[in-house]
C-alpha cells in the first residue's frame, strides 16, 4: 500500500521569506502523480501544485514550486515570498492513475508578519 | 460554476441517530469520493465511486453507506451514529481519476 510521510507537523516563516515543506512516499509503481493541497481555517482543500511523475521537470506555480526526487521517493514544497494569507495546513498527497488519493498527515505552516 | 457541493456544513447528532451527508457535483465528473478528516491524520477514504450504480470501500467503510443512482450525486449514510464518527467529512470529485475539487466539507460531532 501506498503511504505518505510529512514529518514536519508545524513549521513557522517570517513573512517574505522561502520555506521549505517536506514529504516522502512509498510506492513500487512507476507511473503515478503527487499534489499539495493548502487548507486554511476556511476549511476548504485547494489544489497548490501537481506533479507527474514521467516528468523530469519540476513543477512551479507562481511562488510555489517542488523539488521532485523520484529515486528518493521525496516531493517538497518550496513557498517563495511567503504571505500571510499562506497560513494554513498543508497536505501532500500520492495517487495512482485511476486510483483514489493517498494524504500525508499534514504540516501547520504559519506565517509570522 | 457551483463545483462540489456538500450540505449540511455542520450538524451534531446524538448516538445512535442516522443522517444523510449530501454531495452534489454540477461538472459531469465520473469518479466521486467519501474522506474522513481527523486531527493529525489527513485524509482517510471511506467510499469511493467511478460512476453510477459504482461504488467500492476504502480504507475506513466501517458504520457508513453510500449510493450513486446517478452522476451529479453521491450521498454517504451514517447509521447508529457513534462518538468515533465525529470528524470532518469531505466530498470529490473528479474526471478519470486525475486532480480533485473538493466540497466545503461537513462538520460532525455526535455527542
Known amino acids: 500500500a501506498q503511504t505518505v510521510t510529512q514529518s514536519q507537523p508545524e513549521m513557522s516563516v517570517q513573512e517574505a521569506e522561502t520555506v521549505t515543506l517536506s514529504c516522502t512516499y512509498d510506492t513500487s509503481e512507476s507511473n503515478y502523480y503527487l499534489f499539495w493541497y493548502k487548507q486554511p481555517p476556511s476549511r476548504q482543500m485547494i489544489l497548490v501544485i501537481r506533479q507527474e511523475a514521467y516528468k523530469q521537470q519540476n513543477a512551479t506555480e507562481n511562488r510555489f514550486s517542488v523539488n521532485f526526487q523520484k529515486a528518493a521517493k521525496s516531493f517538497s514544497l518550496k513557498i517563495s515570498d511567503s504571505q500571510l494569507g499562506d497560513t494554513a495546513m498543508y497536505f501532500c498527497?500520492?495517487?495512482?492513475?485511476?486510483?483514489?488519493?493517498?494524504f500525508g498527515a499534514g504540516t501547520r505552516l504559519t506565517v509570522k508578519p | 460554476n457551483a463545483g462540489v457541493t456538500q450540505t449540511p456544513k455542520f450538524r451534531i447528532l446524538k448516538i445512535g441517530q442516522s443522517m444523510t451527508l449530501q454531495c452534489t457535483q454540477d461538472m459531469n465528473h465520473n469518479y466521486m469520493y467519501w474522506y474522513r478528516q481527523d486531527p493529525g491524520m489527513g485524509l482517510k477514504l471511506i467510499y469511493y465511486?467511478?460512476?453510477?450504480?459504482?461504488?467500492d470501500k476504502g480504507e475506513v467503510p466501517n458504520g457508513y453507506n453510500v449510493s450513486r443512482s446517478t452522476t451529479e450525486d453521491f450521498p454517504l449514510r451514517l447509521e447508529l451514529a457513534a462518538p468515533s464518527q465525529t470528524s470532518v467529512y469531505f466530498c470529490?470529485?473528479?474526471?478519470?481519476?486525475?486532480?480533485?475539487?473538493f466540497g466545503s466539507g461537513t462538520r460532525l460531532t455526535v455527542v
Open positions: 498527497a500520492f495517487m495512482k492513475p485511476y486510483n483514489d488519493m493517498r
Open positions: 470529490a470529485s473528479s474526471y478519470a481519476g486525475g486532480s480533485y475539487t
Open positions: 465511486s467511478v460512476g453510477a450504480g459504482i461504488t
